[in-house]
């Protein structure tokens, strides 16, 4: 684990194999190709994972959200930071 401090909770669905996984970092470490970054036509389909409750939310929910819409959990603020290395700007 990279990000692991309470709030990362969140995987994130990567375009380029269509796995989960909680960064960046575990991607590039268990795939052998570099990252695709998530198309702005693709946000509005399920791309992120809530761990704490098992949820699916869209690219565009989870940016507009601090917490998960369906059970609160907080989201890592400091992950808007590394925006881009998953979705395309
Ligand atoms: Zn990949
Ligand atoms: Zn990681
Ligand atoms: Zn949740």
Redesign the pocket.
């Known amino acids: 684990m990279h990000y692991a401090t309470a709030v990362d909770i969140i995987a994130i669905r990567?375009a380029?194999?269509d796995?989960y996984y909680p960064c960046h970092a575990c991607?590039e470490e268990a795939?052998p190709?570099p990252?695709?970054l998530r198309p702005r036509a693709e946000w509005d389909a399920p791309g992120i994972l809530c761990g704490a409750c098992g949820t699916e939310l869209s690219v565009t929910a989870y940016r507009a959200s601090e917490s998960c819409p369906a059970c609160s959990a907080d989201f890592n603020p400091r992950c808007r930071l590394h925006w881009d290395r998953y979705f395309e700007q």
């Open positions: 990567f380029c194999c796995r991607h795939e190709h990252v695709v």
